[in-house]
């Protein structure tokens, strides 16, 4: 039979606050086991939680990026399970009364935009982890991430297959590292994926028994695991047999799921409002507030750049796939007056450059204002674009500006039509068996003469110049 | 009198006539614990030396000339205020070697008004229980009757004042856990507004009710700690910034006219007849100060025990749920797995009734019974909250016993659940919609048991609830009475 998957996704992000939701102890990663701790994060007995405002701030960015609806009141709530990281027994999350819900996101698929809704958005405090000794049958506990922020972000189950489930994962992804809320980290797990997938017969409407995927640590991972998945499921049915309602754990070697734990064995989380906390209020002034300080959006700067800088869409996508990318773009277009020009340096040299040494383009040994010099000089005759591409290459090698690389290596381009005007007529005076034929009508000996006078020059001629003064002194009219 | 008999006032007073010291007064609470401590067992760990240089270090401050509100005077905690570098129990097996790297915010207070501090008291395990029969640590005596519990959970923190082992103490009520250990060991005991004073650091039993509050022996003495411990947090985020007034500024003012609300379903059969009649002459006494009493109802009033019974233990069940063996405190051994240790760990570290208390809450709060119990009982709790306000519009405060009973024999009650919580008959409802309530000693039974009475008013009424006291006291003239130990 034909299938349609239904895919929902649950995406956990980790929040950049300097500081843990519930206390003051620090959110960076990497450091010593258990020293970014205090009481309150430690879970011992007596303390209490206080909400550190920045994360309702973050969590207010990505729902109002994403077209949620921001409600006026919300509240946390207590999920009750037992695990040495959790050291609570308890993790504060939020229930019934999420801050954001009903919202959506648009991609782009097949050439065509696809709406993704997102059913909730709320917040939470991250776990600790475990650490296994590899030697001896005991684990240890760094409870350093104990508290960190997290959002939640849920989907509505509106996709229907892998590649289009790691596409509205890069989407989101590309929003939270726009409005500079979660480092999107996804193997220090500061960006993380659960995926509920089930199968319906294609044209119906019920959905089928789902399973909970978990595991997968990177994009690639995430529509493996799916791509996986649905075909497992599609051979239970075909079988005969049905779909276990239970989480499976994706195994990223094997390339398969494996079942972790059935329906029966769930948690009975026991939910209920913590009374540690008072309920969060989220009024007009505050979402406003929130909404001033949010800056373009991916999808809408792609469209911007197109619109305001006449270059491809695809051209738009790379250029926009970070901010700083962009910013970088916008700086040398508003330098040097030549979008298309300065697109194709910035998307050729400069992210080769930089794809090869594998820095960010913020740590990119040209400045914006260097690149346009060099655009301009170009546009001047000063440089020819062969010799640019020299130039690039020093300006990104030593940092140098282009006018004084330009100097150094000598590279100023002769335009000078007199001074070539001598030195054609001298090559043509030399050459006048291939002058013959050129008049006769054989056009291809014009290569030979274009070579002549590069020989002659050390490659700096400017090659337009070259062109029109060949062809009039060719033509024997000059 | 000893010193160690005396009231914080009246050492004040001595301390700054020049007339003792506190390594005197210390000296004579040290003295008095090695004499009777044998027989009523309030403290679970003694802090003597730390007393003694503690003392040493008011009186240096003395005769500095900086006196604060509580230089030099003893002062003792339940053993469920985390003290930093001091084992802090909560009566409990699981907690039996937990030290501490913090001190919670009163007894942060307590120390930066000079107190000091003489031990951690004896108490219900974590709080729950009417008797402090459910300590790991041993059952408290009633210091009026040893054969007699002193009433809980606060009962250490209580039968301690009543004994003179301190000047003063601090209790936490969750559901009367002040209030009737003051009654039934003859001492002032007030549970202030929810919000009121920070929890911060109180080992939570259920968040919801929980709230420190001062035994002392006369009403002055409760003002004066009030001022001390009361006060927004920003440690706590259901603590309340409300303006703190002078409480002793309240003190001696007369009720002249105050409208006494008697709510009618509080004279119930079951209350013991010489509590009934305390009550009754505590009515009269407070109309000769000038009040007028009138009936007033609270008709939720038969749900609150059962509202409670929800709401704590659900509260509980996931407050204790952090006493797993992993992390501090007892741990079993020989496990054969995580699993096996938490088991082992929590059904051996945890007495019957906190395990009684995490089952019912666990079970309230399960998926298909939330909304029956936890969800019902929270609705209830709002019901039992309006009752009060209602209230409070036709009078300025209510009067009602502290417990139906005087203090029962130990372990009467211990294998009748039900019994025991019914104690907390009269407490309970404060808890429940967050009001500030006080017990006052009224009287004694004919075989010398104390009796006391409760006052209840408004949100962070506290001052006109010390006013009410203290006129009453004045006007009682309730007679001082001492142990005989
Ligand atoms: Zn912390």
């Keep these: ?478 | 009198m000893e010193l160690c008999g005396l009231t914080i006032h009246e050492l004040q007073d001595k301390l700054r006539a020049g007339e003792t010291t506190s390594a005197e007064i210390t000296a004579s609470v040290l003295k008095r614990i090695d004499a009777v401590e044998t027989e009523v067992r309030a403290y679970i760990t003694l802090m003597r030396e730390s007393a003694i240089e503690e003392a040493a270090r008011a009186d240096e401050a003395i005769l500095r000339g900086e006196i604060k509100a509580l230089t030099g005077i003893p002062i003792a905690l339940k053993d469920i205020f985390c003290t930093k570098g001091v084992r802090t129990t909560c009566g409990s097996r699981i907690l039996h070697n937990f030290v501490p790297p913090y001190d919670g915010t009163v007894v942060e207070k307590l120390r930066a008004a000079g107190a000091v501090i003489t031990g951690k008291t004896n108490m219900d395990e974590f709080a729950m229980g009417s008797s402090t029969e459910t300590s790991f640590f041993g059952v408290t005596r009633n210091p009026w009757d040893l054969t007699r519990i002193p009433g809980g959970s606060s009962g250490g923190s209580a039968a301690a004042v009543a004994a003179d082992e301190c000047i003063a103490s601090l209790g936490s009520d969750t559901g009367g856990s002040i209030r009737q250990p003051a009654a039934l060991c003859g001492v002032v005991g007030l549970k202030p507004t929810y919000g009121r004073v920070s929890r911060y650091g109180l080992i939570a039993f259920a968040s919801s009710l929980d709230q420190i509050g001062p035994f002392t022996k006369d009403v002055e003495d409760c003002a004066i700690l009030m001022n001390v411990i009361s006060g927004y947090d920003p440690r706590e985020s259901t603590s309340v910034p409300e303006d703190v007034p002078d409480y002793r500024a309240f003190l001696g003012r007369g009720i002249e006219g105050w409208r006494v609300g008697i709510p009618k379903e509080y004279f119930i059969d079951g209350i013991d007849p010489e509590v009934e009649a305390a009550i009754r002459e505590a009515i009269r006494v407070v109309e000769k100060a000038g009040a007028r009493c009138i009936e007033v109802s609270l008709p939720h009033t038969d749900y609150c025990v059962a509202v409670y019974y929800i709401v704590a233990p659900a509260e509980a069940s996931s407050n204790l749920a952090r006493y797993d063996g992993v992390k501090y405190g007892f741990r079993s051994e020989d496990n054969r797995d995580l699993l096996d240790m938490y088991k082992k760990t929590r059904s051996a570290g945890f007495g019957e009734e906190v395990k009684r208390r995490i089952m019912i809450g666990t079970y309230a709060l399960s998926s298909g019974y939330y909304d029956a119990y936890y969800r019902k009982a929270s609705q209830v709790r709002a019901l039992i909250k309006r009752d009060f306000e209602q209230a409070f519009a036709d009078c300025d405060c209510i009067l009602t016993p502290t417990s139906p009973t005087p203090a029962f024999k130990i372990g009467e009650k211990t294998d009748d659940p039900m019994q025991m919580y019914l104690s907390d008959i009269f407490t309970i409802s404060a808890n429940l919609a967050g009001i500030p309530g006080i017990s006052v000693p009224c009287g004694y039974t004919k075989s010398g048991l104390p009796i006391g009475v409760q006052f209840l008013a408004g949100h962070f009424q506290e001052g006109r609830l010390i006013q009410f006291a203290s006129a009453y006291e004045t006007h009682a003239k309730i007679e001082k009475r001492r142990p005989a130990l």
């Design chain 1, 1 to 478: 039979m034909e299938y349609e998957p239904v895919i929902g996704l649950e995406v956990h992000a980790q929040l950049l606050t300097n500081t843990k939701i519930f206390c003051g102890c620090s959110t960076k990663f990497g450091a010593t086991p258990n020293t970014h701790t205090c009481p309150v994060c430690l879970g011992m007995p007596g303390v209490l939680p206080v909400l550190n405002k920045k994360v309702v701030e973050f969590m207010m960015k990505m729902a109002l990026a994403t077209h949620c609806t921001i409600n006026g009141e919300c509240n946390f709530a207590r999920k009750n399970y037992f695990y040495p990281d959790l050291p609570k027994g308890y993790q504060i999350s939020q229930y019934a009364s999420p801050p954001a819900e009903h919202g959506w996101i648009e991609m782009e698929i097949d050439g065509g935009k696809k709406r993704i809704g997102i059913t909730r958005i709320h917040m939470e405090e991250d776990a600790g982890k475990l650490l296994h000794d590899e030697h001896n049958p005991v684990s240890h506990v760094d409870l350093n991430r104990t508290g960190v922020p997290l959002i939640e972000i849920v989907s509505e189950p509106d996709i229907r297959g892998a590649e289009e489930a790691a596409a509205y994962l890069r989407r989101l992804h590309e929003i939270l590292v726009y409005l500079e809320i979660c480092d999107g980290n996804m193997e220090e797990g500061s960006f993380r994926c659960d995926a509920n997938v089930s199968l319906r017969p294609r044209g119906t409407e019920t959905f089928g028994t789902r399973t909970e995927l978990k595991n997968m640590n990177s994009f690639r991972n995430v529509q493996r695991a799916i791509e996986y998945e649905i075909k497992r499921q599609a051979y239970v049915l075909d079988s005969g047999s049905a779909v276990v309602q239970e989480t499976r754990l994706w195994d990223d070697t094997a390339g398969v799921t494996h079942s972790m734990r059935s329906k029966e064995e769930a948690h009975d989380y026991r939910y209920f409002p913590d009374p540690d906390l008072v309920p969060v209020v989220i009024d007009d002034a505050w979402i406003e507030a929130v909404l001033n300080t949010l800056p373009e959006l991916p999808l809408e700067k792609r469209e911007r750049f197109v619109r305001e800088y006449q270059i491809p869409a695809y051209d738009a996508g790379v250029l926009t796939a970070s901010r700083s990318l962009a910013d970088y773009y916008e700086e040398v277009v508003r330098l040097s007056g030549q979008p298309k020009i300065a697109s194709n340096w910035v998307m050729g040299d400069v992210l080769r450059f930089l794809n090869e040494d594998k820095k960010e383009i913020r740590a990119c040994p040209i400045a914006p204002a260097a690149l346009a010099e060099m655009i301009r000089l170009i546009q001047d005759g000063t440089i020819s674009g062969k010799m640019a591409k020299e130039v690039s290459e020093a300006m990104y090698r030593t940092g140098k500006a282009p006018g004084a690389i330009i100097e150094e290596k000598g590279l100023v381009q002769i335009t000078d039509e007199g001074a070539l005007a001598g030195m054609i007529s001298e090559i043509i005076g030399k050459n006048p068996a291939q002058t013959a034929q050129y008049r006769e009508g054989k056009e291809k000996v014009f290569g030979f003469f274009v070579g002549q006078v590069m020989k002659a020059t050390g490659g700096k001629a400017n090659p337009q110049v070259i062109n029109d003064l060949l062809k009039k002194m060719l033509a024997g009219t000059e």
